[in-house]
């Protein structure tokens, strides 16, 4: 009996029970796909751990991300997109002296919560927060400009400014920067933003702390973009009644003789 190649085989299936919401737990999703691949008895080492099984969950909902991301169909094309840069980074571990919190989603999770505690109507803070670190999952040697080049184009010119700058601005509270980048981050007509991304990020490395799931997050940035757009549209309606309600120029003309 080939233990390690059940023992995936359960996973992968046990994390196809979850995702497709038959089950909801991992020690029933565990046994219910062991008995769906085998009656015969089964040691303890082939069985996956958790761990295993939401690793294979990552990957299948990942991969699910990334085609509904591809899909020019669906209204919410970005933001599967994001989901798809997000859930593989709980696999994606820190080091334990400066994040004791854990993995990489966790920590961006908990950044997000606490600058939506700060600026609930920022989306672009919001965004950065959570997006700040996805480079991680794809170049920990240097994660800043990897993240900001899946993210070009798809989030706004301020929100990369802010993911940017967020180690320099570290670096500018440690009081290690140079004067020209302290100058130039605090000059910044950004600078507030940053400061809470900044305070964010430090205050984001707490261990237990409760926080959102990423698709929550992801769903939040969604809802906040749609009342944002509508509201610019009530805006340019004003606009549009107001202009339209204004005296003629030439009658202006005429009552002013």
């Not at 980048?181 to 605090?186: D, E, K, N, V």
Request: net charge negative; proline share 4%; charged share 35%.
């Amino acid at each position: 009996m080939d233990l390690e190649r059940i023992r995936k085989e359960i996973a992968f299936e046990a994390a196809r029970l979850m995702a497709n919401r038959k089950e909801s737990r991992y020690m029933e999703a565990r046994w219910r796909a062991a008995r769906s691949i085998t009656r015969s008895y089964l040691p303890p080492e082939a069985l996956p751990t958790d761990f295993e099984i939401r690793r294979s969950l990552d990957q299948i909902v990942g991969a699910d991300s990334a085609a509904k991301a591809e899909d020019p169909e669906r209204d919410d094309q970005k933001y599967q997109y994001f989901l798809s840069l997000l859930l593989p980074l709980d696999r994606v571990r820190q080091d334990r002296q400066s994040h004791p919190e854990g993995d990489v989603l966790y920590h961006s999770l908990q950044v997000f919560e606490l600058a939506r505690e700060h600026r609930p109507w920022d989306e672009d803070l919001l965004q950065a927060a959570l997006l700040h670190d996805v480079g991680k999952g794809i170049d920990p040697m240097d994660h800043v400009n990897a993240g900001l080049a899946v993210l070009r184009g798809r989030i706004s010119e301020r929100a990369l400014w802010l993911i940017e700058n967020h180690g320099l601005a570290q670096r500018v509270l440690d009081g290690t920067a140079g004067a020209r980048a302290r100058r130039r981050l605090t000059n910044s007509e950004d600078a507030d933003a940053l400061d809470i991304l900044t305070i964010c990020d430090r205050e984001g490395r707490l261990p237990g702390r409760r926080v959102c799931s990423a698709e929550e997050a992801v769903e939040y940035l969604r809802q906040l973009e749609m009342d944002n757009d509508a509201s610019e549209d009530e805006d340019d309606d004003v606009d549009i009644e107001l202009e339209s309600d204004g005296m003629p120029e030439d009658l202006t003309n005429e009552q002013d003789l």
